[in-house]
């Protein structure tokens, strides 16, 4: 059972980058989805949640408005679109099942933004 993250690259501030990720099962009937980040030598950061119904939750005021997080069960794949994005934004993008995180983490899409 994996997720692939993908979409990651070098941008520069202002900039927007769309991430995918795709799992290897289905994820219809997984309630909740969540996409994560870190940074070296922190610990892994909840970026934002969505519900089985599109309902979605930024947990940082940083990236309220900027973020948008959305899902395609039909594709088994989340999205998030990152946009008018900050150097404070660059760290290793995740996905996994929320609130338990049953995928295994995968290597995650490295973000890099540059000022």
């Known amino acids: 059972v994996q997720l692939q993250a993908s979409g990651g690259g070098l941008v520069q501030a202002g900039g927007s980058l769309r991430l995918s990720c795709l799992a290897s099962i289905s994820i219809f009937s997984i309630s909740g989805m969540g996409w994560y980040r870190q940074v070296p030598g922190k610990e892994r950061e909840l970026v934002a949640t969505i519900s089985s119904g599109g309902n979605a939750w930024y947990n940082a005021d940083s990236v309220k408005g900027r973020f948008t997080i959305s899902r395609d069960n039909a594709k088994k794949t989340v999205y998030l679109q990152m946009n008018s994005l900050e150097p404070e934004d660059t760290a290793v993008y995740y996905c996994?099942?929320?609130?338990?995180?049953?995928?295994?983490w995968g290597q995650g899409t490295q973000v890099t933004v540059s000022s």
């Open positions: 996994n099942a929320f609130p338990q995180n049953f995928f295994s």
